[in-house]
């Protein structure tokens, strides 16, 4: 019945398109571009689909356009960023290239360009289908939907996050016709523009593949210039078959920069790539080792490179795998990928788009609990923490590495008191949970992976998550988490891509699918902790798959220098970290007690022995809206301490909305002079706070200009010293567009700090 609904579609479909088109708004590049900046400002900036004049399809929301055309097969043919009027376009390619049972085929595309430094529109009429590829039956629009399930913690969330993103999601479906299954068997590899190395079996039967469809799904989300795209794969023939590899985007774009000689580090093309296909770091830079490439053009003959070596070329694609078996009535579909198409190459724009974007795909990454790391695990320590916590404010408790803690343990005894334990904190307001450590140890019993010779695992030993081990493991997980109803997995070694050529795990048969099962087996964990509301600390870049936070980025030995050194490390790595992390995506580290050495030196226990520094470091932290991993059997340990540490949290919880907002960095701490950074939310009460801090002996007073323009104020501004009503000033705004500026004089108190809020 699957199969047989499937046609009726195609038929619907084919039969209706020209109707469709017909009925589409038309498309007019003038009036459909939406003026305004959608880093300040909330642009009514819909997706919608449009029609040329000559039958195109444009893709756009007023910011961003994508343009297709429909004959004679389906291709993009233009691809521009509205505000800029740039277009990133200069050559058509496949809009997907898929390898079933070992034959490689274009989804979509036209051939036949003369060159490839530019596109024509007049060249469109006299290119071609390539006889071979997928070819356009049907295309559908409809509203974007959820990835997957969320359950939204509020009070650590803010409000307006919205779930699923608002926006089209367009699909062309595409299926090989009986002039392609004939070229195929008669010509094989000569059909295809992309070099192949495929031998094909002219005298076997290709008609099963008539039975295979290609789905191209994109996503263009309202108010963003961003784009997202993925593939399905779906086998509606009666046998099995295998999808080898495959590359859901193909972009040849405009170079960034035109250099006759080699070079060894080149500009690349202004977008922003993030792809839910990551790991192996902290960063969205390990995607070129998992599912980016910024590849070498082979067509571009007319380049400047004399070595055409010039990377501009960019293809999605994982460079292990799949190697799925689709059996009968079976889909497959790829990792997604998102562009965010920049407007600037201003470090500090290109920062704050990048974050908006990621908060907008996973608003979970704006869930910013205030935290400790108890370093036991026993009932009583663990008590004490949700009851200081409970005091103070904290909001949770994570029993730490080297406290006990361990899912892995199923017995009766630990699964009880944990549930026990999960309820006592609940009665007391506080979100608790355990670190677990995945890769990074050998587990033995032939469970590890088995690396290609010369190769070694990036940790230096980790277990396959498709062993026997790894598939008992993830059961675990699932099993105590449901059993004791707690709220937090710190995940530490998350799956690195390791890959694994055993032929004796159950959960993947050699090298080319086992990167590919075991990523897939940690994020579909990682998704289902969203719909549970599950808090993820996880050390790698899961953001898109479901994870909450990931290091800010430090060296962990520098917890264990002098204090006073520690102070402006801390604000070093918040002030670098930030750029591309909001404040709420990244942890930070507290050494309450001694961390890998350094002794008495480095750490604050006893705590009300070292006030000062205990204040600095809440201060460093609070103020700039990140939170740290207190680690220790106590947050406080006198009175003088606990109402330190209850200032500091009534501080962030009061200016929390604009704490968790975007920063503007205005100066790197160095310890020679002060230190500041600016929040910003366009969109809140508090348009600003400015934080600035003071390493020196000595009180200090500055002459400063700050870039207000991200605030979204203009004329004036309403200035207010801490919380100081009688300390309230209006400050004119120095208008020079993106620049716009305030000059402030500030006084900051010797080893001290100040801040200033900011509203309209």
């Known amino acids: 019945m699957k199969f047989v609904r499937s046609l009726f579609a195609i038929f619907w479909f084919s039969s209706a398109t020209a109707q469709n088109l017909s009925e589409l708004p038309l498309w007019n590049s003038q009036q459909n571009t939406t003026k305004g900046d959608w880093l300040i400002e909330k642009l009514d900036a819909k997706a919608n689909i449009f029609q040329t004049e000559n039958g195109m399809l444009v893709f756009s929301n007023g910011l961003v356009a994508r343009t297709f055309t429909l004959n004679p097969n389906c291709a993009t043919v233009d691809l521009e960023l509205l505000t800029n009027a740039l277009s990133y376009l200069r050559s058509v390619r496949p809009e997907a290239e898929i390898e079933i049972d070992g034959i490689k085929f274009n989804v979509g595309g036209l051939i036949g360009q003369p060159i490839h430094n530019y596109l024509l529109p007049e060249w469109l009429a006299k290119m071609g289908a390539d006889p071979a590829s997928f070819k356009l039956s049907n295309y559908a629009i409809s509203d974007c939907r959820a990835r997957f399930p969320l359950k939204k913690r509020l009070q650590w969330m803010p409000g307006d996050q919205a779930w699923p993103l608002p926006g089209k999601e367009l699909v062309f479906h595409y299926r090989l016709d009986d002039s392609a299954i004939s070229f195929i068997q008669r010509k094989g590899n000569e059909s295809s523009i992309v070099p192949r190395e495929t031998t094909y079996l002219g005298k ?62 080149w500009e690349l093309p202004n977008i922003t790539l993030e792809s839910d296909y990551n790991f192996g770091g902290m960063t969205n830079e390990s995607l070129t080792r998992s599912s980016i490439g910024w590849n070498l053009d082979t067509l571009y ?162 277990p396959c998550l498709e062993s026997k081990w790894g598939i008992n493991y993830f059961r675990e997980l699932y099993n105590f988490y449901e059993k004791t109803g707690m709220d937090i997995l710190e995940h530490d070694g998350s799956y690195p891509g390791d890959i694994c050529i055993s032929k004796d795990h159950p959960g993947h048969h050699g090298l080319e699918d086992s990167q590919w099962n075991q990523y897939r087996k940690i994020t579909d964990f990682y998704k289902w902790c969203r719909g549970k509301g599950i808090y993820l600390n996880v050390p790698d870049y899961y953001f898109l798959s479901g994870s909450n936070k990931t290091a800010m980025g430090y060296r962990e030995t520098n917890w264990s220098l002098p204090r006073a050194e520690q102070e402006i ?49 809440l201060a460093n932290l609070f103020g700039a809206g990140v939170q740290a991993c207190y680690r220790g059997p106590q947050l406080y340990d006198s009175p003088e301490t606990k109402s330190l540490v209850s200032k500091w949290v009534t501080f962030y919880k009061k200016h929390r909305q604009i704490l968790d907002g975007d920063i503007i960095h205005i100066r790197r701490p160095d310890g020679r002079d002060f230190d500041g950074i600016l929040h910003v939310n366009p969109f809140g009460e508090e348009k600003g706070l400015l934080m600035v801090y003071n390493p020196l002996n000595i009180s200090i007073t500055r002459k400063i200009n700050i870039r207000i323009y991200y605030t979204g104020l203009k004329g004036k501004i309403t200035l207010q010293e801490q919380e100081d009503s009688s300390k309230v000033s209006v400050v004119p705004v120095i208008s020079d567009g993106l620049t716009d500026k305030i000059t402030l004089t500030i006084t900051i108190p010797a080893k001290g700090y100040n801040y200033y809020i900011i509203k309209s």
């Open 569 to 617: 490390i801390e604000r070093q790595n918040i002030y670098d970290g930030t750029w591309d992390k909001s404040p709420s995506m990244g942890w930070m580290f507290v050494p309450l007690v001694e961390y890998q050495g350094g002794g008495e030196a480095a750490t604050i226990e006893p705590l009300k022995e070292h006030l000062p520094h205990y204040g600095q470091r």
């Open 204 to 265: 076997e039967s290709y008609e099963y593949l008539k039975a295979i469809t290609v789905e191209v799904h994109y996503e263009l989300y309202d108010g963003m210039p961003v784009i997202s795209k993925w593939i399905r794969v779906a086998n509606e023939s009666s046998r099995k078959i295998i999808i080898n590899t495959f590359k859901s985007e193909i972009l040849a774009v405009t170079e960034a920069e035109s250099v006759v000689d080699p070079k060894k580090r």
């Open 301 to 462: 003959k007319t380049q400047v490179s004399y070595e055409r070596t010039t990377p501009c070329l960019l293809e999605a694609y994982p460079k292990y795998g799949p190697d799925q078996t689709l059996k009968a009535g079976q889909s497959f579909d790829s990792f997604r990928i998102w562009e965010l198409f920049n407007d600037s190459r201003d470090q500090e724009r290109k920062g704050l788009e990048h974050r908006r974007m990621l908060r907008a795909l996973a608003p979970w990454a704006t869930e910013n609990p205030i935290l400790m790391h108890v370093s036991g695990s026993l009932d009583e320590p663990v008590k004490k923490a949700i009851d200081q916590c409970a005091e103070v404010g904290f909001e949770m408790v994570i029993m730490t590495f080297g406290s006990g803690f361990n899912v892995e343990n199923e017995s009766d005894e630990n699964l009880v008191r944990m549930k026990k334990l999960s309820d006592y904190a609940h009665s007391k307001g506080i979100a608790l949970g355990g670190y677990s450590l995945l890769a990074s140890r050998q587990v033995g019993g032939g469970n590890d992976v088995v690396m290609p010779q010369g190769m070694s695992p990036t940790f230096g030993n980790s």
